[in-house]
């Protein structure tokens, strides 16, 4: 059964040092609290974009879970939904874009 996932793309922030610090410090330890049930969670700090430009997005973080009704129940909390508010209020770049995706690895 495939897993799916919470994929959260922050717009690059205007002020890099600012926005790393707050996010380090206060909404991984936040995420980490109130969304309960995660199976895996990647954080990615996306450093260039392929034609040497400022690339549009900074961080990317990926929340695993097993199923869909997992995910579910944990996104509906209101600690989860704080997180969320939290999201927003941080991403000085503009709002963050949130997706559900369904992951299946695929041999290749």
């Not at 040497?52 to 961080?59: A, K, L, N």
């Amino acid at each position: 059964m495939p897993g799916v996932k919470v994929v959260v793309i922050y717009p690059y922030p205007t002020n890099v040092e600012e926005f790393e610090n707050v996010y380090v410090n206060e909404h991984l330890p936040l995420a980490a609290k109130e969304f309960k049930g995660m199976s895996r969670f990647v954080g990615t700090k996306v450093l260039a974009a392929t034609d040497g430009t400022q690339p549009p997005f900074y961080r990317i973080a990926e929340l695993h879970y097993p199923s869909m009704e997992a995910l579910q129940e944990s996104a509906s909390s209101p600690g989860a939904q704080e997180a969320v508010a939290h999201a927003f209020e941080i991403s000085s770049g503009g709002p963050p874009i949130m997706l559900v995706a369904e992951e299946k690895d695929v041999e290749i």
